[in-house]
């Protein structure tokens, strides 16, 4: 650059613009449009190319002025490089732009299937279960796993919803099209979220007249220390159905806070009924003794072979139940589940025995079937690699014989997918055995003329075939029927099957134009 433009740095049109007026010579001038070209394409992300090609534009009349020959082959050079290089990086940009489009389209394209028939894929969704109990909140169980069942679906395509918009914002495409895409973002949120919102608010609605009633019932009369404690438990499960519940904010935060203050209370008025029941002492005793003496009884009926591993398990297990209703101090119910937990340890490390036992069968035979799995693939590898100096029909045999053993397996998704396209392999070897068996025929025009329109036939099936197959692959991957690493393989097997296509198109060309020389 000349000492009189060097220290021009223009970061805009407007500045540049500034700058131009500021230059008399064409020469300093194309230096100064040329290094903003230069600084257009060097932009973090995505290049200005509007910026670019005005400065482009400015170029072409600039050309034409007063300019030494050396100086103008020089800027000259430059300025088709940075042209070449705008037309690259745009060619880049349109291709990435369009297949994040295409991937938008195809998930767009699969919820607005799924809202055509929102009630039908409604039945098929899981039903929802508590993890906790709670016997006050039993009758109610049933409707709001229900409600909750309706809300989780909703929001699992609410989700859906935003996480499209939020790649759409990050993606670079033509303002009209993705206005497009909101509007019919937009249409598939009008048939989520109005819906969600209802549930939700019929939800927490449900749930804050639940607790009000819970904590009207606990304060209703005088209870026992027994039913306090129960209380407790109550509202520690009544606090853990709530975050499980789709709750709207306030229901949430009221009935939390209500459940405190509940549970504070609650706790005030034990230590009270502690003090008040030290003289039951003894009857405590009594009870704990008799507990411990089922422990032992259970104990030595398994010894003697009277009852088996689960039979005590579950004993023990009812054993646990039933002692926080026993009447026991709440420090004496933990020291005798404390004891219980001692006594059924022997019993857990036998039954994990029993289960590693399990366990490490169903490793044993899942190995011993991933390895006959490797088994078929080096064999089908093993014809492969083999098949040059073999017949069409020699191969279509054995490829024939690997189809019919394939039926044999029990394969998942993925593993299908893999052993299936290494299969492809061979009858693609095949195909073109055929093809060069066909071609290479003798002089007899005729006899060719026949062969050639088989093999035609035989192509344009196998054209349908794998066109088929790629329109099945993409439908699979927009109803979300892959994990992961499975849309992965997926991916890769579109793209190898779009390969031959082309190669198959290529050929069904080539036919062509020996069935038309023949006629000829």
Known sequence: MSERTKNIEPVNLKELEKKLEEIEGDEQKLELLIEFMQSALAQAGTPHFKDFWLAKKKCSDLFKGNISPAQRMALWTKYTEMSNE?????????????????????????????????????????????????????????????????AAFFNSYGTKVNALRRELIKT??????????FERLSKIGDAIFPT?????????????????????????KEQSLQSLFHFKDEIKALQH??????????????????????????????????????????????????????????????????????KILEAFHQLERGISKAGLRRNEVFRLKDKIHDAKKPYLFKQKEE????????????????????????????????????????????????????????????????????????KDIIAEKREDEILNLSSDDQEKFKQLQLLLKEKNSQYKEIKSEIEELRRSKGSSQFDFAAALEANDTVEELKTKLIKQEESIDEIKQQIKGLRQ
């Not at 969600?196 to 209703?220: M, N, P, Y």
Request: charged share 40%.
């Open 86 to 150: 705008a037309r690259r990086l745009k060619e880049i940009f349109d291709n990435e732009s369009a297949f994040a489009i295409e991937q938008i389209e195809m998930a767009v394209e699969s919820l607005e299937a799924d809202i055509e028939r929102l009630e039908q894929l409604k039945s098929l969704f899981p039903s929802f279960y508590f993890e906790q109990s709670c016997s006050f909140f039993e009758p109610s169980r049933e409707d709001m796993a229900r409600l909750q069942r309706d």
């Open 241 to 310: 159905i709530a975050k499980e519940l789709t709750l709207n904010n306030e229901a949430f935060s009221t009935t939390r806070k209500e459940l405190s203050q509940c549970w504070d209370t609650l706790s005030k008025s034990i230590e009270t009924r502690k003090k008040e029941d030290m003289d039951q002492r003894e009857e405590f005793k009594e009870k704990k003794e008799e507990i411990e003496k089922e422990i032992a009884a259970l104990q030595q009926q398994f010894e003697e072979n009277a009852i088996d591993l689960s």
């Open 355 to 426: 289960d590693d036992k399990k366990k490490e069968e169903l490793r044993r035979k899942e190995k011993e079937r991933q390895e006959k799995i490797e088994a078929f693939k080096e064999k089908i590898q093993e014809v492969g690699d083999g098949s040059k100096k073999q017949s069409s029909q020699d191969l279509q045999s054995q490829y024939e014989h690997l189809s019919n053993e394939l039926l044999e397996f029990k394969l998942n998704r993925a593993e299908k997918i893999d052993v299936e396209r290494a299969l492809r392999v061979i």
């Open 196 to 220: 969600r919102k209802t549930l939700i608010g019929d939800i927490s609605t449900r749930f804050k007249e639940l607790v009000e009633a819970f904590i009207g019932q606990v304060f209703s």
């Open 172 to 181: 670079e495409m033509r303002v009209r099209d993705k206005n497009k895409f």
